[in-house]
């Protein structure tokens, strides 16, 4: 071989080795470049992605928004309505006179509803007031001294709006009151004066504590109904008990159901219901106890008077037997 056709075959090589390196060269320097330009793409593609989905969540929160709206807006159109037609309703039951404030008003051959509360006057004094003035119904209230240094004014409250106050208990604390006769005395004497002091009213209502059936006391309750009638006084028992003394407290439709139920079986119902801090199931069945007395047939609600008719369940008489 020659030394020129060496040297050909040399930068033959050369120039081979030459292109493979500026090609490696350009290879390493495009794909980067190739790959950058593809990932960029593919990042913008992501991202208006990205803005879409943010776009149909707003409009999904808007909607929401917009459908929480109308919601309450109906809500509150439906609580109006209601609220309307309960006052329709009630004045419809006033226009139709279903309450009376004495026997004196009162149509002959009526079904007389005396709706009374004990133990109060409580936390829920006013709210049950709010409920009897509501409907123009006067009740009967036969109170303890519980309240008496704490809320006095509440004792008033009851007077001021137009129902019966009576006496119930000085201390309500069956044990002390029945203990013996001296004792019964002072605790009716200490009620009375309350009630004096408190509303200005000379109480002569009167509800045992426990009834006049009570298993409690020691002393004869037959000299005891002396004693309350010696003072020019009347005691009350009831002959419909709304039950919501009963442990555990009965649901707002069950005393609805007993108070209800127990008026059809007597035409002079003396209904017992509590005024108590932990019966507040009493006060959410006031208003349906009340319209569905209104709905009865030939039905007036009174407060107890001097003229209404008493309901014993005891009178004295039984002790000789
Ligand atoms: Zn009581």
């Avoid at 240094?149 to 002390?176: F, L």
């Avoid at 009630?195 to 037959?222: D, Q």
């Avoid at 009965?250 to 609805?256: D, E, H, L, M, N």
């Avoid at 208003?287 to 030939?298: A, D, L, N, S």
Wanted: include cysteine; glycine fraction near 4%.
């Amino acid at each position: 071989m020659s030394e020129t056709t060496l040297s050909a075959s040399r930068r033959k090589r050369i120039k081979r080795i030459k292109i493979y390196l500026i090609t490696i060269f350009v290879i390493l320097l495009i794909t980067p470049t190739v790959i950058s330009v593809y990932t960029m793409n593919r990042m913008s593609d992501l991202n208006d992605c990205v803005d879409d989905l943010t776009r149909q969540i707003d409009q999904m929160e808007l909607s929401y928004l917009l459908k929480e709206t109308a919601h309450e807006s109906l809500e509150e159109m439906t609580k109006e309505i209601d609220e309307n037609q309960m006052a329709a309703d009630t004045q419809t039951m006033q226009i139709e006179t279903k309450a009376y404030e004495s026997e004196a008003e009162c149509p002959e051959g009526y079904k007389k509803v005396y709706l009374t509360f004990d133990d109060g006057p409580s936390p829920y004094t006013t709210e049950i007031l709010d409920i009897l003035d509501s409907y123009g119904v006067k009740a009967t209230f036969f109170v303890t001294g519980i309240q008496k240094d704490k809320h006095p004014e509440w004792y008033k409250e009851i007077v001021d709006r137009g129902h019966s106050i009576g006496m119930h208990s000085y201390t309500h604390v069956y044990k002390q009151v029945y203990a013996n006769e001296e004792a019964f005395l002072k605790d009716v004497e200490d009620i009375h004066e309350l009630i004096k002091e408190t509303t200005g009213v000379n109480a002569t209502l009167y509800r045992f504590p426990g009834g006049s059936s009570n298993s409690v006391s020691t002393v004869s309750m037959g000299d005891l109904f002396a004693k309350i009638h010696d003072q020019g006084y009347e005691y009350f028992d009831w002959n419909i008990s709304s039950q919501d003394a009963s442990n555990p407290t009965p649901s707002k439709a069950t005393i609805t159901y007993n108070v209800l139920s127990g008026i059809d079986k007597f035409d002079n119902c003396v209904v017992l219901m509590h005024d108590a801090a932990d019966k507040y199931a009493t006060v959410q069945a006031l208003p349906g106890i009340i319209e569905g007395i209104m709905k009865k047939e030939k039905t007036v609600i009174l407060p107890i008077g001097p003229n209404t008719e008493t309901v014993w369940h005891l009178t004295g008489d039984e002790e000789e037997d």
